[in-house]
């Protein structure tokens, strides 16, 4: 028989002790208002709707098990992490900053879940004591902090080694069987290195698109009703019959920001203008609003207050609505895209017999129904306007206060074993480290933010920017070297381009080749950086790789 009990967080000791008992399913209610310190899981303990829990310095003992269910997303915010068992239920488990796990092992069980979706972000570097067992299509893994790119190589019946780009081994997988009894392989999965498998241009359940029979909704169309489309460089409505509907259903991932984490965009009623929409509007982030002659995305137009991103809708389905050639709709009163083929349209199931299909991805350059404007000077004046009249618009969002903002990049170094090596020295733009011996290679660490974050959304740009490289020398054995390989070209992993021959920025944990130092010699790095931030105070440094299926 079986032995149970119910405790609730607040019962809980916020300085340590044990939660549940070994031999024991104990289930926890509510949620904890602050971090928890110092707990150790003993038995079966099931974390279910308990909101954010956020563990610092906590274990799991040998006989326990910890169970993240649906509604629960368990932060690991501790320097190691725990040895034991976690097991996914539909929740969701983060970690970033530990790098190790005391020299045990963690065990992160995904069980028979294939009816739920888990998604599990860890740092990379902590994956050498990490085993992922029962894995199966659906399951979302993503590596902060990744060497870029991975591989996943089949190591055996059920076997797969997850490899960065290096050749290096990070973590394995045991997987689940499908329903054949087959182990899944490693065919049976994908990996994105930017965390986005594709870009979601789309209308959500209920959105009313224009027709000759009148209003009717998106997901009542089929192929061949007629739509009213908009000739504006003529000024006048034409009639297209649609060639293709297609339908898809999307999963939120929370761990990424707002406008990849897929939350879809609320257009408040009369947001842009008196009726327009004429009701709330939901669509996709990258979905294209059409003003003045040119197609803006949604997500550079969410001000917080009349069009913010719903994040209470953490599921949903979408849909493609096509005609033969792109075309400006009306939906919910506004003009906005219908669907253009880039090359995602395998992602969207349909019914019935596929009119037309274009034979090659088309492109926005190319086939667009109007141009796509991402210019700042354009989009910034736009977005300030719609801000303005949110006075106007019932139901309108208090706009959050003003971002707090830091400059400090908290610059460092990791090696490739993990090991932190904080700056010896810091004089005006230079960093001074003192390398080990034989190192061959580190990565520059650093808070990073996105300037679209930093500045507003009508900037266009969303790459992660940490700091600004210019010369980086090595003295190592009386030599002195200058490394100049992220000033190459081809760049290594985790740099951008800056627009200057002598200058690069990183993403904020970018590789360093140094070359073969003298071995047996310890080295002095010394890195100028010309410019950094500002940073939102609360965000640290993440390059991602994603797994799902």
Known sequence: MTTTAT???????????????????TTVTGTPSTAVNGINFAGTVILDNNGRVELQTSTISSAGEVVVASGTNLVLNQSTLPTGKIKMDGGTLYNQNAYDTNGGNLVIDFGDTTSKTNTVTLNAYGLSHITFTNVAPGDNITFTNSYGNISLVDSGEGIITVKDSSGKTLTTFHTAKDKDGNYYTASSFSSSA????SVLTCFLTGSMIL???????????????EVLAFDWQRGEDVVRPLVWVGKAHAVVRPHLPDDEAGYPVRI??????DGVPFKD???????CLFFEDKFIPARMLVNGSSIFYDKSILSYDYYHVETAEHSVLTADGMLTESYLDTGNRAAFRQTGKVVTL????????????????VARSVVEGLFRQIRARTSKVDNARKADGKTTLVHNPELHLVTESGAVIM???????????MLPPDITAVRLVSRAARPSDVIGPFVDDRRQLGVAVSDIRLVAGKKLTLIKAHLDAQKPEGWYDAGQEDLAWTNGNALLPLGKMQKGTMGLLSIDVLAAGPYIAETQPQSDVTLSA
Not at 7 to 25: E, K, L, M, R
Not at 281 to 287: D, N, S
């Open 7 to 25: 405790i609730d967080w607040a019962s809980i000791p916020q300085a340590g002790g044990d939660v549940g008992t070994d031999g024991v399913t």
């Open 268 to 273: 408040l009623k009369n947001a842009l203008a």
């Open 423 to 433: 700056p010896m020295r810091h004089e005006g733009a230079r960093y001074s480290f």
């Open 211 to 225: 027709t000759t029979q009148g209003v009717v909704a998106v997901e009542e169309l089929q192929m061949g009703d």
């Open 358 to 373: 274009s034979a090659q991805p088309r492109s926005w350059e190319n086939n667009a129904a109007a141009p796509l404007c």
């Open 281 to 287: 509007m939901l669509i996709t982030a990258e979905h």
């Open 194 to 197: 930017d965390g986005d498998n």
